[in-house]
């Protein structure tokens, strides 16, 4: 959990350590955020450092409140592609800033951040399917290459979703 709200009237970074994404590609980060404040005076920004530079990538919405005793925000979930420069990249790195004008307006809760994760899409994907069935009523008795018999009363069939690499049954 990240909080940036023990000084509601500052500028506030919170940086990740050094991200290797190396292998990687097309990389989601996503959190779940708490965000308060007077609307671009008082707000909360993320950031991507490519191993060179520090751009900001996002500007999240201020979160609603409940409407329960307290007026507390609600946790939002919330996810986006890092920049493609992340692809492939050791040097990756993640900011969250908030920033606050200090006219004590909208300040509590300034910022939090919880459960951030960083996640690409498998690289080789299969779906497998069992059917208590005869497959020789659905496929006509035509075996495939590489098969020595077809049983007559269950098969599987398994379909390659994403990439190219060869699975052993």
Known sequence: LLGICYDPTANQRAESPTINCTGQSTITLAF???????????DATVWYY???TWA??????????DGC?????????????????ANNNPNVKIGFNWTNNSDAVGT?????????TLSAPATVDFTC???????????NNVMGAGLAQIEN???WILTRNAGTASKNV
């Open 69 to 85: 005793a307290g007026g507390n925000h609600r946790w939002v979930a919330y996810s986006f592609a890092l920049p493609a420069s």
């Open 56 to 65: 900001q990538i996002d500007n999240p919405a201020k979160t609603t409140v």
């Open 50 to 52: 490519d191993g060179v």
């Open 108 to 116: 509590d809760p300034s910022f939090a951040v919880d459960d951030i």
């Open 153 to 155: 009363c269950e098969y």
């Open 32 to 42: 779940n955020y708490i965000e308060n404040g007077e609307g671009t005076f008082d």
């Open 129 to 139: 399917e069992y059917f208590y069935a005869n497959p020789t009523t659905t496929f």
